[in-house]
């Protein structure tokens, strides 16, 4: 029934590892998103794929690199992990844009970075 | 560009309190606009929405109303309940592109 979901819900890692966080939406939508929240809840758009195709890259390290499989599937690789990088990240999707639409939102992943 | 403008938090009401979380939006032609809540630990969900000038949205007792003459798009509710506590975010569509503009979110506290 989980509309989008994330996985893994927490991953603690060192300093300079690579890691992924995978999610999926079984809405059909076209679009999928990648957000990072900061600890002051600050939501930032880091990417967007409309299928499978990158539409939205905002300023954001090339450390980060998001893949598109397939319209259901949107991954993001993050290597050389930095303190920094510690936030929450939340994916989302939304129907093609053309109208009044929302995005739906996975329930996050809390990277912490030590 | 379009942006989205809300009230800084946190807010602290005590129950049964009035709730209003200003928001104004930045954007051109005319936008969907949303409110958006996110509970402890949980993502974002939507609350309410409105898709043109005059709509109210409304949801779980909570209102804002669209006004294009004040580019603004308040969310209200007459009574809290300590279940109400949440970050809640303000956000615009612009319906002809992807893109999502999202406020810097607003912390509300309910005590009882």
């Known amino acids: 029934d989980t509309a989008v979901s994330q996985t893994p819900k927490y991953l603690v890692t060192q300093m300079g590892n690579d890691k992924s966080i995978k999610c999926e939406q079984n809405?059909?939508?076209?679009?999928m998103y990648w957000y990072k929240q900061d600890s002051k809840k600050f939501l930032k758009i880091m990417f967007s794929?409309?299928?499978?195709?990158?539409?939205i890259n905002e300023t954001v390290p090339n450390r980060f690199s998001p893949k598109s499989p397939d319209k259901a599937h949107l991954n993001l690789h993050i290597n050389s992990l930095e303190l920094g990088d510690s936030a929450v990240y939340f994916c989302?999707?939304?129907?093609?844009?053309?109208?009044?639409?929302?995005?739906?939102f996975g329930p996050g992943t809390r990277l912490t970075v030590l | 560009g379009d942006s989205v403008t809300q009230m800084e938090g946190p807010v602290t009401l005590s129950e049964e309190a009035f709730l209003t979380i200003n928001c104004t939006y930045t954007a051109t032609g005319y936008p969907s606009l949303f409110w958006y809540v996110q509970y402890p630990g949980e993502g974002l969900q939507l609350l309410l929405k409105a898709t043109k000038a005059d709509d109210k949205g409304s949801n779980k007792g909570f209102e804002a109303t669209y006004r294009k003459e004040t580019t603004s798009f308040h969310l209200e509710k007459g009574s809290v309940q300590v279940s109400d506590s949440a970050v809640y975010f303000c956000?615009?569509?612009?319906?002809?592109?992807?893109?999502?503009?999202f406020g810097t979110g607003t912390s509300l506290t309910v005590i009882p």
């Open positions: 989302a999707s939304s129907p093609q844009a053309g109208g009044p639409v929302e995005q739906f």
């Open positions: 809405l059909g939508h076209d679009t």
């Open positions: 794929y409309n299928n499978k195709e990158l539409i």
């Open positions: 956000a615009l569509n612009r319906n002809t592109g992807n893109q999502f503009y």
